[in-house]
T-cell receptor, first 108, second 114 residues
Framework: TQLLEQSPQFLSIQEGENLTVYCNSS?????LQWYRQEPGEGPVLLVT?????EVKKLKRLTFQFGDARKDSSLHITAAQPGDTGLYLC????????FGAGTRLTVKP | NAGVTQTPKFQVLKTGQSMTLQCAQD?????MSWYRQDPGMGLRLIHY???????DQGEVPNGYNVSRSTTEDFPLRLLSAAPSQTSVYFC?????????????FGQGTRLTVV
């Protein structure tokens, strides 16, 4: 059983569409991180959220940390083909654990 | 900036063979860790280290050993390779072991055990 459950597992959309992916857990975290991974590369950090209810924006990406600090979401506005990749959430209390990821494909 | 360097990038082993995956970082980071990535499973933590001389087990430590004799290096040893260890292995480092510190990853080692 994954500590962090991500949904959906796969998402394929057209360029210009909006999308939201989710990261859920039964555990409370002091912070959650979102990473993006491209084929053949290691994950790269997008954002860290640390306060319950926090919203952070990174250009067209909006990240939210749930009030209870058990879940997080990533919303992408007007997706572009360059957004294609594997989106991973990560959190932990003594070490860092990852969800299985959402594999996003944005078609031109 | 080299960052986190993993070697080799690709490796094929026969069942029962042993090998060491190398990981080195040049950022003077305290915290280093090893993950394996399998389809549909995401990244699973194998072992981690909060500083030289200190290591601990993650989610899936069986069949793997680590040591941390220096700050820079954190090798992962497969004692007797099994087909179930076929995976992509990632080494990561971060400045501290606190949860909200950014982790920097190497490019991965793709291991196939036949």
């Amino acid at each position: 059983t994954q500590l962090l459950e991500q949904s959906p597992q796969f998402l394929s959309i057209q360029e210009g569409e909006n999308l939201t992916v989710y990261c859920n857990s039964s555990s409370v975290f002091s912070s959650l991180q979102w990473y993006r991974q491209e084929p053949g590369e290691g994950p790269v950090l997008l954002v860290t959220v640390v306060t319950g209810g926090e919203v952070k924006k990174l250009k067209r990406l909006t990240f939210q940390f749930g009030d209870a600090r058990k879940d997080s979401s990533l919303h992408i506005t007007a997706a572009q083909p360059g957004d294609t990749g594997l989106y991973l959430c990560a959190g932990g209390n003594n070490d860092m654990r990852f969800g299985a990821g959402t594999r996003l494909t944005v078609k031109p | 900036n080299a960052g986190v360097t993993q070697t080799p990038k690709f490796q094929v082993l026969k069942t029962g063979q042993s090998m060491t995956l190398q990981c080195a970082q040049d950022m003077n980071h305290e915290y280093m860790s090893w993950y394996r990535q399998d389809p549909g499973m995401g990244l699973r933590l194998i072992h981690y280290s909060v500083g030289a001389g200190i290591t601990d087990q993650g989610e899936v430590p069986n069949g793997y050993n680590v040591s941390r004799s220096t700050t820079e290096d954190f090798p992962l040893r497969l004692l007797s390779a099994a087909p179930s260890q076929t995976s992509v292995y990632f080494c990561a480092s971060s400045y501290t072991f606190y949860r909200d510190t950014e982790a920097f990853f190497g490019q991965g080692t793709r291991l196939t055990v036949v």
